[in-house]
């Protein structure tokens, strides 16, 4: 079975620009959730959806936003970008909603997208 | 606001000795525990987990423990491998909420 996967692997940006991520979630996955990666925050939290729906946000400002489609696919876009955004972009899928459930091992990350601002 | 910590950045040990990764967290709603770890280029895997009724779950060489009263959880690893090199995370969840993760630990094993 396919694993999670991520395009592009890496990109580079300027200052102001917009930028799109995208996600595939394994085969049968409902459940996609984005993180961000930096080197003093760890991984943080920016949105989960599950069918179609975004289910759970975290404390991000509206520059970030995602959408789910039909087929479980899931882009994360930033606009104007900032410098202090350039970080990995994690996303991970589930079957169910976000690890709800004992067992919760059932989250499974892409290898993540490396966005460098300029 | 941090609610889940991991004071130690890096942690270096000898190959064959008891690797001990600690993380602290203040949310004591918090009812669900997990590591995950990651390697370069890689996305995180899942490791272990604790539920908040249990105190010790093991796995393997991987063992988490739970205090509690202490809002404090810790992963040992023995006997460490040089394929345990990685950067280790834990991570918190409440009921069905995010996953709530630290600033994740790097470990070395020396050989």
């Known amino acids: 079975k396919a694993g999670v996967t991520q395009t592009p692997r890496y990109l580079i940006k300027t200052r102001g620009q917009q930028v799109t991520l995208s996600c595939s979630p394994i085969?049968?996955?409902?459940?996609v959730s984005w993180y961000q990666q930096t080197p003093g925050q760890g991984l943080q939290f920016l949105f989960e959806?599950?069918?179609?729906?975004?289910?759970n946000k975290g404390n991000f400002p509206g520059r970030f936003s995602g959408r789910q489609f039909s087929n479980s696919r899931s882009e994360m876009n930033v606009s104007t970008l900032e410098l202090g955004d350039s970080a990995l972009y994690l996303c991970a899928s589930s079957l169910l909603r976000l690890a709800g459930a004992p067992g919760t091992d059932t989250q499974y990350f892409g290898p993540g997208t490396r966005l460098t601002v300029l | 606001d941090q609610q889940v910590k991991q004071n130690s950045p890096s942690l270096s040990v000898q190959e064959g000795r008891i690797s001990i990764l600690n993380c602290d967290y203040t949310n004591s709603m918090f009812d669900y525990f997990l590591w995950y770890k990651k390697y370069p280029a890689e996305g995180p895997t899942f490791l272990i987990s604790?539920?908040?009724?249990?105190d010790k779950n093991e796995d393997g060489r991987f063992t988490v423990f739970l205090n509690k009263s202490a809002k404090h959880l810790s992963l040992h690893i023995v006997p460490s491998q040089p394929g345990d090199s990685a950067v280790y995370f834990c991570a918190a969840l409440f009921g069905n909420e995010k996953l709530t993760f630290g600033t994740g630990t790097r470990l070395t094993i020396i050989p």
């Open positions: 604790i539920s908040s009724i249990k």
């Open positions: 959806y599950f069918s179609e729906t975004q289910r």
């Open positions: 085969s049968g996955h409902r459940s």
